[in-house]
């Protein structure tokens, strides 16, 4: 019913930015929640920001101050600037969200295939 595409990963130097993108596209009435997540190699899946109409935004520590999640609710589209970007935020990243498909109370709940993200001189 929805899909969602990253776009934006790449190779950078430490220091330097990037900004991913989150396309939806489908059946969707509204963002309930939209959400960045990255998995390095060897690590577990972790959350990185958060926009929720319920509970805000959250970004986690190591990202606070360097990384901002923005939406463009008319394109269906969120994002992730990345800014002063270190070695250790190398990682997939991914974009998970919750959307409403209707007035109904009906949602979806699901994630992109992943962009790469790394950060190295």
């Known amino acids: 019913q929805v899909q969602l595409v990253e776009s934006g990963g790449g190779l950078v130097q430490p220091g330097g930015s990037l900004r991913l993108s989150c396309a939806a596209s489908g059946r969707i009435f509204r963002f309930n929640e939209m959400a960045w997540y990255r998995q390095a190699p060897g690590k577990e899946r972790e959350l990185v920001a958060r926009?929720?109409?319920?509970?805000?935004?959250y970004y986690t520590d190591s990202v606070k101050g360097r990384f901002t999640i923005s939406s463009d609710n008319a394109k269906n589209m969120f994002y992730l600037q990345m800014n002063s970007l270190k070695t250790e935020d190398t990682a997939v990243y991914y974009c998970n969200a919750l959307v409403a498909l209707a007035m109904d109370g009906s949602t979806w709940h699901g994630w992109g295939q992943g962009t790469q993200v790394t950060v190295a001189s």
């Open positions: 926009m929720s109409t319920d509970d805000g935004t």
